[in-house]
């Protein structure tokens, strides 16, 4: 069954910094990456996303995540945060051999001291 | 383009009772996928309906179920209410098609569910 880890459950940075938010999945085969964003009182919506090609993905706001396959990991980056970046992120999987079944890390609440 | 609509947005129930929470997709989307929010535990996937059939399930127990309509839109229900089902429950709506295929997943806004 695949599952997600996301390891760090609450990172508190000073704006200007630089982030690294970590994601590993369990899961053997073919994979479909994503990361999500969930900002104060908004809906849920998508920062980047890896299907094939290029394992460095560049996504909105400046973020960007590699995928390692060897390492099994997904980590999203940003060289430097901003205040607005206050939100709580979400890695997601989908192996590929079924359909649209993703399965969600259980989130890292990222909080940016102004 | 409307985006995903979750109706109701706030719900009170008591133990034992049955709830139903409905979702309007985008325009033109086909897949339906419900999710179980609450803190600590992340986002939990329930089951995915495309054209009417239920695609995928999570792992939930059988008082979780579904439906979705020929205009795609979505319910889902949950008899017999245990305190432990109090949640944010989130609806995602994507082109999805065939099986393999994976789009972006666009989410509503959620139902908020408190069971006393």
């Given at each position: 069954a695949q599952s997600v880890s996301q390891h760090n459950h609450h990172v508190i940075l000073s704006e200007a910094a630089s982030l690294e938010l970590g994601c590993n999945y369990s899961y053997g085969g073919t994979v479909n990456l994503f990361w999500y964003v969930q900002y104060p009182g908004q809906h849920l919506q998508l920062l980047l996303k890896y299907f094939?090609?290029?394992?460095l993905v560049k996504g909105i706001k400046g973020f960007e995540a590699e995928f390692i396959k060897s390492k099994f990991s997904f980590n999203l980056r940003k060289p430097s945060v901003q205040w607005s970046d206050t939100a709580e992120y979400f890695c997601a999987v989908n192996a590929?051999?079924?359909?649209?079944?993703i399965i969600f890390g259980s989130g890292t609440r990222l909080s940016i001291r102004p | 383009k409307a985006g995903v609509t979750q109706t109701p947005r706030y719900l009170i129930k008591t133990r034992g009772q049955q709830v139903t929470l409905s979702c309007s997709p985008i325009s033109g989307h086909r897949s339906v996928s419900w999710y179980q929010q609450t803190p600590g535990q992340g986002l939990q996937f329930l089951f995915e309906y495309f054209s009417e059939t239920q695609r995928n399930k999570g792992n939930?127990?059988?008082?979780f179920s579904g439906r979705q309509f020929s205009n795609s839109r979505s319910e889902m229900n949950v008899s017999t209410?245990?305190?432990?089902?109090?949640a944010l429950y989130l609806c995602a709506s994507s082109?999805?098609?065939?099986?393999?295929v994976v789009n972006e997943q666009f989410f509503g806004p959620g139902t908020r569910l408190t069971v006393l």
């Open positions: 094939s090609g290029d394992p590929a051999s079924s359909a649209s079944k | 939930f127990p059988g008082r209410l245990e305190l432990g089902d109090s082109l999805a098609g065939l099986a393999g």
